[in-house]
């Protein structure tokens, strides 16, 4: 059996036929939100409704990294290489210190409680950008049921005041976001808001030189599931979660290929010595592939 599936010949160069798609490590719940440190070789991830972040490196295998996580959700790290979290259960996301302690950058706009903070990226600027859509007060399964008090957004926060500007306020329900390479686009799913069958899609907007995305159009349409989470490689190709796997989207919005995987996939992480090789949190399962692609994510 093959674990990948090609859409275009391109993509025979961007995968090896001798590197599997291995689990790497099963039995959580529902992961999400994978971080890769290379100084420290291992990978943090959540298993948001078990309320943990786990640790994986290929020396010690699975450890417990943080019980009580509020939920978190998504990942990233900032330029002086620290942990950047959303958390479903105190609805904020914070920063982790070299020293341990949590810092919380943002848990409010406008005087009212964030939804739900999914999904993280930092431009190279400091600015910490996320999405607040309602998944974790939806339900008491990934946080705790609330009422929505916020519009379903993107934001982008300082880094030092914590102070928040709406980015992004067209979409039904923002999920995992992206800058390609230079910074001049970023890419965000939308996955609708849910119960609705919203359409499920991703958008990239221009970054203008004051900052603002500009220009919101689609993007791509993954032909089976949906765009959870993505990372994007030094070429500029998404690699996006979707139902079947890992899907490989060209910066003009063409499928390249597939990496085939078992379970529903949510979420993606660049990692290991040179970043060639991509880690993918799917349902209840790490797994981990090789490729002759390298990411491009900080760190
Ligand atoms: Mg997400």
């Known amino acids: 059996m093959s674990f990948f599936e090609s859409h275009d010949p391109v993509f025979d160069r961007f995968v090896l036929g001798n590197a599997p798609v291995k689990q790497l490590a099963t039995g959580f719940d529902w992961v999400e939100g994978p971080v890769w440190f290379g100084d420290h070789d291992c990978l943090l991830?959540?298993?948001?409704?078990?309320?943990?972040?786990?640790?994986?490196?290929?020396?010690d295998g699975i450890s417990v990294f943080r019980q009580q996580s509020n939920y978190a959700n998504g990942h990233t790290r900032d330029r002086q290489g620290r942990l950047i979290s959303c958390e479903h259960g105190l609805r904020r996301v914070t920063r982790t210190e070299h020293d341990g302690t949590i810092t919380v950058i943002a848990?409010?706009?406008g005087?009212?409680?964030l939804n739900s903070p999914?999904?993280?990226v930092v431009k190279s600027d400091g600015t910490i950008w996320f999405s607040d859509p309602h998944y974790g007060i939806m339900t008491d399964y990934e946080g705790f049921r609330a009422p929505s008090e916020n519009p379903l957004v993107v934001y982008r926060a300082d880094p030092d005041t914590g102070a928040l500007d709406v980015m992004v306020d067209d979409m039904n329900a923002p999920n995992g976001l992206a800058f390609s390479p230079d910074e001049t686009r970023l890419y965000v799913a939308d996955t609708g808001r849910m119960f609705l069958n919203d359409p499920t899609h991703i958008r990239v907007y221009d970054i203008s030189d004051d900052g603002r995305c500009r220009n919101g159009r689609h993007f791509h349409t993954?032909?089976?599931g949906?765009?959870?989470g993505f990372r994007v490689d030094t070429d500029g190709n998404l690699w996006s979660s979707a139902a079947d796997g890992v899907h490989c989207i060209a910066p003009d919005g063409r499928l390249l290929g597939k990496i085939l995987v078992p379970e529903l996939v949510s979420n993606v992480c660049f990692g290991g010595r040179a970043k060639h090789q991509l880690f993918i949190t799917a349902t209840t399962s790490l797994y981990r592939v090789t490729l002759v692609r390298n990411g491009a994510q900080w760190p």
Not at 51 to 58: A, P
């Open 45 to 59: 991830f959540s298993d948001i409704p078990s309320h943990r972040i786990l640790r994986w490196s290929e020396r």
């Open 107 to 109: 848990d409010a706009y």
């Open 111 to 113: 005087g009212r409680r």
């Open 118 to 120: 999914n999904d993280v």
């Open 222 to 224: 993954i032909d089976n």
């Open 226 to 228: 949906m765009a959870d």
